[in-house]
């Protein structure tokens, strides 16, 4: 966040936006915090530290009440009868247009791996909660319900119609958002099992 930049359009206190801008670099971190594989990355790390070890401390200690004090700091800004939404996407205090959700637009991306005795989908799950996938099978001529799925990779593991035989199965699949269908649907993707 650019406080410090904006301070004379809004009239922040001196007090103020030093407070602000010392908050800011410690939140703005959302990606490291909302990564598991991140924050497991990280614990490893400190597990492996002697334990007379200690992290460096931050550059600037912040006191309690960083995210309370953001808030207000943003309130107050967008209160001001100078702010546009343009200078918000500069304070990055409010989702450029690019960055908003669209489910309308929606349409899932996957790839299938195929191993013994399973199929392997890898899928993304972006801004929503899961996702419906469908597959055909062999001669099949229409889709058919398969699972939803909250977590990728999504495992087929049915047996082959024909014991024995390799077939191909064709997969599709669309975003679910608060448990409704959203989007459009996957490109269909091709997959020979193995026998």
């Known amino acids: ?18 407070c602000v801008s010392n908050d800011a670099p410690s939140i703005n971190r959302k990606s490291f915090f909302s990564a ?8 490893k790390y400190y597990r492996r530290l002697p334990l007379n070890t200690l992290p460096a401390p931050p550059a600037v200690l912040v006191a309690a009440g960083i995210i309370s004090r953001i808030r207000a700091a943003i309130q107050r800004i967008k209160a001001h009868p100078g ?5 918000g996407e500069q304070l990055q205090i409010v989702a450029s247009k690019t960055d908003e959700l669209n489910p309308s637009e929606a349409k899932p991306t996957f790839k299938a791996v195929p ?3 399973k199929i392997t989908l890898d899928w993304t799950k972006g801004d929503f909660d899961s996702v419906v996938i469908e597959s055909q099978r062999g001669a099949e001529t229409t889709y058919t319900f398969l699972d939803k799925d909250f977590k990728s990779p999504f495992v087929d593991m049915r047996p082959n119609l024909v014991a ?8 599709r699949m ?9 989007g459009t649907y996957s490109d269909e993707v091709a997959i020979t099992t193995m026998a």
């Open 164 to 171: 024995g035989q390799p077939e191909v199965r064709r997969y």
């Open 115 to 117: 191993s013994v005795g």
């Open 83 to 87: 702010y546009t939404d343009a200078i």
């Open 36 to 43: 598991p594989e991140s924050f497991s990355a990280c614990e």
């Open 174 to 182: 669309i975003h679910l958002l608060d448990d409704e269908v959203v």
């Open 1 to 18: 966040m650019k406080f410090a930049s904006r301070n004379p359009d809004f009239t922040l206190s001196a007090r103020h936006t030093l």
